[in-house]
């Protein structure tokens, strides 16, 4: 699965606030500091081959039986749809039918998002979730949900749904299920310009995307990443598509304030860094990316995009990425030891299964790391619950330790098993 992983969730009655939330700077000036004295800029050249590398193949990499994963992972008697009720084998069935993996890599199209899509890992909008009854599960927990795609992300198309609804794609870090009217497929030709162009990255959250004539596109994420045409002294000029005619491309014409967006990567640098998380920390939990939101692992990708730093979608593979430390089977103490001497502020990331945080600096002398956490986990009488969070904060290894029933065998500092510095 991508995104973060979860097991239980059940509000339980706590306290009305966490310590962490109120005693950490909630603040990335407040930790930054220490990289005015070390500015660098990433190679783009090498961002750009990762970023594009869907429309430069001329087939699917991964084989017909890997894409299938999900019909080896969900079965009925032990998934719910969206009225709380077990999905039948009917579901299932349907479901592989409609997937028509028979005719999987026969089209092989590049193709571009026309806005925020979903990816899904059946060609379906319904939801899967685990057993509503137990914590940390149910709401928002759609395991069907794979991750969400920017407006205008490159993406390749394998093959359409029996259907058609449906079509199949990957994008340069996940692949699974989009709907047919929320892609618009391209000629080579054009993704080779589009290649070949400079390009700009957002820098604003939620900002309106307005055609020439002043028609709405979609909405700025950090993230996103846009073709220059031509710029004026306060504005880009780039391209977008969104929308076609007739199934052919519509290419437009869209004006992007200087004030959002930045020709070239960023530098990694203090100013920086505190423009890119206070627009990021606008987000709350959102599973896969669901509701316009983000969750652990997106909130960091998407963190690092604007300065040319690549990382995988999913908490796993990103914290296998650059130098590499295991922290399993230290205790707390010599974790935050072997933390406090070898991690790097804002470039060395803390994983634990499933979940995935990168470290700041300290407060206090207490380590501090910045995450997009679901909630914290309880336990009362052998029951587990979860204090809800819900959104992307600044806090420490231990937080929620001031929660009556905070299961410290649970926590974070307890379960994490590496670190990585990836730049």
Request: aromatic share 14%.
């Amino acid at each position: 699965m991508l995104g973060c992983s979860t097991k239980n969730e059940m509000k339980v009655e706590e306290p009305i606030k966490i310590d962490d939330l109120s005693y950490i700077p909630q603040s990335a000036s407040n930790y930054s500091y220490v990289l005015d004295s070390n500015i660098s800029k990433a190679d783009q050249s090498k961002f750009e081959s990762q970023y594009f590398s869907v429309w430069n193949m001329n087939a699917p990499i991964d084989d017909k039986t890997s894409v299938q994963w999900a019909f080896n992972t969900f079965r009925s008697g032990k998934s719910y749809s969206e009225n709380l009720q077990l999905h039948k084998d009917e579901f299932f069935t349907k479901m592989e039918i409609n997937s028509d993996y028979e005719n999987y890599a026969t089209l092989n199209q590049r193709a571009v998002a026309l806005t925020e899509i979903n990816m899904r890992a059946f060609p379906t909008d319904r939801p899967l979730l685990r057993d509503p009854e137990k914590a940390g599960e149910g709401f928002p927990f759609d395991y069907l949900q794979n991750t969400t795609v920017h407006a205008n992300k490159p993406l390749f198309v394998t093959h359409y749904s029996k259907d058609k609804e449906w079509v199949h794609v990957f994008s340069s870090f996940a692949y699974g299920w989009v709907k047919a009217n929320e892609i618009v497929f391209l000629e080579k030709k054009y993704t080779d310009l589009w290649q070949k162009a400079e390009q700009i990255f957002i820098t604003k959250e939620g900002e309106p995307i307005y055609s020439l004539n002043n028609e709405f596109l979609f909405k700025t994420k950090i993230g996103m990443m846009f073709a220059l045409i031509s710029e004026t002294e306060n504005e880009y000029i780039v391209l977008c598509v969104s929308k076609y005619k007739n199934k052919e491309p519509l290419f437009l014409k869209s004006k992007i304030s200087k004030a959002h967006a930045n020709k070239g990567v960023l530098d990694f640098n203090s100013k920086n860094i505190n423009l890119i998380m206070d627009e990021i920390s606008k987000s709350n939990y959102g599973w896969g990316g669901m509701y316009g939101q983000r969750d652990c692992s997106s909130t960091l990708r998407d963190t690092f995009m604007p300065f040319g730093i690549w990382l995988p979608r999913n908490s796993f593979q990103q914290s296998k990425v650059g130098d590499v430390i295991s922290l399993d089977g230290l205790s707390d103490e010599e974790k935050i030891t072997t933390i406090k001497e070898k991690a790097k502020a804002f470039k060395t990331l803390l994983y634990k299964q499933g979940h995935i945080v990168l470290y700041v600096g300290s407060h206090d002398d207490k380590v501090v790391v910045f995450q997009n956490t679901w909630g914290i986990k309880t336990k009362n009488n052998g029951i587990e619950g979860r204090f809800i969070v819900g959104k992307t904060i600044f806090s420490t290894l231990r937080i929620g330790n001031n929660l009556k029933y905070y299961d410290d065998d649970a926590g974070l500092l307890r379960n994490l098993k590496s670190m990585n510095t990836i730049y």
